[in-house]
């Protein structure tokens, strides 16, 4: 993806590869109308030379013999009002893999070049259709696995966090005219930088980024989902809570202790809080080859979870080797014990239960008690599903936006300190502010280099 001229015309099949009922190839720029008028045809094997924007048409898709290919629907939308910016055809054709493969050499070969990944979202983005925020925003929707973090990809595309980069630059740049003023008028510099509050204002504008640059634990959370590992000995429960959270028999579940022997990793949406739930292998010494892999896998779901479900059978209490588990959860701040079996009549209860940082009683079996853990799992993490997603907070997601604001903020620092050390040279200030300006002009995309676009856009999927 090192051409960033938008000179020739880029295809590529914009359905998932595999069965469907229909699949589009998607053409992209200034010969996208002449390649769509060459391979197409009516019904009745006449060519056509007018297509109207924005109207789908139904015909034949031929090769190069004029042998038809399939019978498909085309549309051709004119630019600029398109995705790209540029002219764009669409022709949607049966999905077999074979059908579209087919139309998609055809269209190579009539001219048009195979995109890379992420090449038309970079086009629409370099015809200033979206800004980078946003182009990020539409391959954060495309990977998106749980509805939340799906909500808070849309309300990026929507332009929240676009909108309020904006804003801090605008109030960056209206302090700059004040500093630059001083600049020019040194006798009268204190007095202008005075008059226009620059230190109040800057410290203002930081708070607001620092806010942002907190907003991103949550949303990386959201956005990646939150890992819980559910960790305990054999036969207490843990695939049966699994299966009751997911809602269904995802697990084997048995009464022989050491059923599960590998992880198994499900996502899903409870109770609005993006889970990466880990069923893991039940915790004991154990001579079995393939069991003691299995809880070695444990051990080290355990280590990266953000949240550990610690379950006990609460009809039987702590025993020996639930202790020995204890032991290797010290390290881990974010545990719940859960007191399974409830339905049985339990032997400990959570009221008598002060060493973990939450706990709930519940009974796998007969589903109870299994909501009350979103909540604790939520009141951890300090997170707020509901609020993150629907409330006016703007919430980022992405570790490139956190490293530019991060550098932001530590410019405008640097400019709050000459002012309040004796304000001495103004130069130095507008260079600070300059490179705050900079980096947050770097998140929309107003300040770009290529390596940045290349990094941002070849995560994206071809056909995007
Ligand atoms: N009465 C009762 N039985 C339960 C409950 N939860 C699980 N069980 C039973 O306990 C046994 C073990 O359940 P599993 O979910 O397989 O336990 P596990 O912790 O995944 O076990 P391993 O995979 O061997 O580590 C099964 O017979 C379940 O039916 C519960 O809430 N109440
Ligand atoms: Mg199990």
Redesign the pocket.
Known sequence: MKDYLCEDTIAAIGTPIGRGAIGIVRISGKDALPILKKAFRTKSGKKVEEFEDRKLRYGIFVDSSGEPVDEVLAVYMKAPKTFTGEDVVEIHSHGGIVVIRKILREVLRLGARLAEPGEFTMRAFLNGKIDLVQAEAINQLIEATTETSAKLALKQLEGDLSKKIKELRDRLLEIKAYIEAAVDFPEEDVEIVESGHVREKLENVLSEIEKLIESYREGKLIKEGIKVAII??????????LNAILEEER??????????RDIIEETVTFKGLPLRLI?T??IRESADTVERIGIERSLKSLKESDVVLF?IDG?VGFTEEDRKIEELLKEKGNVILVL?????GLKVRCNRVKEFAGCVE?????KKGIDELAGEISRLLLLDPDSVVSGGEVIITSERHRELLQKAAEAIKRAIDSLSSGFESPEFLSMDIDEALENLGKIVGFVTTEDMLDIIFSRFCIGK
Do not use: C, F
Request: hydrophobic share 30%; charged share 25%.
């Open positions: 305990g000995r054999p036969n207490v429960g843990k695939s049966s809570l697990a084997i579940v048995t009464e022989i202790p050491g059923t599960t069923d292998a039940g379950v009809s399974n079996k409830s339905d049985l519940v009974s796998a079996k007969r």
